[in-house]
């Protein structure tokens, strides 16, 4: 069974940083790009950044500069580099991964369960 497991949430001041770890387990054969989304209470889920197997990077308006996506292939793990956090980044984030479970079969989608970020003084 393929699982995906966030860690690295938690409670930071407004400015600080916090670094989001996601590893992906199970039998995998690649994963072609992996990224974030997250959901504030109230709001609607919404994407936060991608990176793909060759590193191409793709992110929201709203984190550009601040967030900085990257990924080990060796360990099927992405990270999520959150600096000069504001208030409103505050939500639960959501790992996900666009994934070949084995050799020439489709892509398949699958989704973390999420890691908590709380941003207040």
């Known amino acids: 069974q393929v699982q995906l497991v966030e860690s690295g949430g938690g409670l930071v001041q407004p400015g600080g940083s916090l670094r989001l770890s996601c590893a992906a387990s199970?039998?995998?054969?690649?994963?072609?790009?992996m990224g974030w989304y997250r959901q504030a209470p109230g709001k609607q889920r919404e994407f936060v950044a991608t990176?793909?197997?060759?590193?191409?990077?793709t992110y929201a308006d709203s984190v550009k500069g601040r967030f900085t996506i990257s990924r080990d292939n060796a360990k099927n793990t992405v990270y999520l580099q959150m600096n000069s956090l504001k208030p409103e980044d505050t939500a639960v984030y959501l790992c996900?991964?666009?994934?070949?479970?084995?050799?020439?079969?489709?892509?398949?989608?699958?989704w973390g369960k999420g890691a908590l970020v709380t941003v207040s003084p």
């Open positions: 990176i793909t197997d060759g590193s191409a990077t």
């Open positions: 199970g039998s995998i054969f690649s994963i072609r790009a």
């Open positions: 996900n991964a666009d994934l070949m479970l084995k050799a020439g079969w489709p892509l398949a989608m699958y």
